[in-house]
T-cell receptor
Framework: EAGVVQSPRYKIIEKKQPVAFWCNPI?????LYWYLQNLGQGPELLIR????????DSQLPKDRFSAERLKGVDSTLKIQPAELGDSAVYLC????????????????FGPGTRLTVL | AQKITQTQPGMFVQEKEAVTLDCTYD???????LFWYKQPSSGEMIFLIY????DEQNATEGRYSLNFQKARKSANLVISASQLGDSAMYFC?????????????WGAGTKLIIKP
């Protein structure tokens, strides 16, 4: 079974430029998460989707960040314009609602996109 | 107050020795889940093991086991017979409750280095 796929793996941009990250979750997983991870810290949730609906975006800085999951499968996270402080790893994860019903939900992560803003 | 506490920022362990990584948690929920993830230098967050709050047995997955002490609110990860490939960051995380607004709460991580 294929895992969570993310692209690109690395991205270097100059400040004020836009950037987009793409995520394809595990097949059949209807819950998708975007996290931000700063060096030496645990991940911080940015947004969670149930199918195509964003059910928790309270931590997403909406002035510059946006996300979409139009068909309830792939998702894109965008930053416009990027700032120096946005340099971090952006992780995508997915999980199954069926597992949550059993109380055994596990989030499976992609390899992440390491963003460097110069 | 910290909900997930990992008190060991870093650990050095000799290859083939057993390792215990500490994790304590704080919740008033009766239903919760505890997770351990491994993050090597490549960056991918790899799921290792899960323990539900109602599970009576400690979870085990191969060389990984979770020492779950509910009364003490601890969920330590034990790695038996450590290998060089075990060198990585290890994160403990907790999912509180069962409703649709749950999310994972993460600890700060422990950096484990296995010495040959």
């Amino acid at each position: 079974e294929a895992g969570v796929v993310q692209s690109p793996r690395y991205k270097i941009i100059e400040k004020k430029q836009p950037v987009a990250f793409w995520c394809n979750p595990i097949s059949g997983h209807n819950t998708l998460y975007w996290y931000l991870q700063n060096l030496g810290q645990g991940p911080e949730l940015l947004i969670r989707y149930e199918n195509e609906e964003a059910v928790d975006d309270s931590q997403l800085p909406k002035d510059r960040f946006s996300a979409e999951r139009l068909k309830g499968v792939d998702s894109t996270l965008k930053i416009q314009p990027a700032e120096l402080g946005d340099s971090a790893v952006y992780l995508c994860a997915s999980s199954s609602q069926e597992d949550r019903g059993r109380g055994t939900d596990t989030q499976y992560f992609g390899p992440g996109t390491r963003l460097t803003v110069l | 107050a910290q909900k997930i506490t990992q008190t060991q920022p870093g650990m050095f362990v000799q290859e083939k020795e057993a390792v215990t990584l500490d994790c304590t948690y704080d919740t008033s929920d009766q239903s919760y889940g505890l997770f351990w993830y491994k993050q090597p230098s490549s960056g991918e967050m790899i799921f290792l093991i899960y323990q539900g709050s109602y599970d009576e047995q400690n979870a085990t997955e191969g060389r990984y086991s979770l020492n779950f002490q509910k009364a003490r609110k601890s969920a330590n990860l034990v790695i038996s017979a450590s290998q060089l490939g075990d060198s990585a960051m290890y994160f403990c995380a907790m999912r509180e409750g069962m409703d649709s607004n749950y999310q994972l709460i993460w600890g700060a991580g422990t950096k484990l280095i296995i010495k040959p």
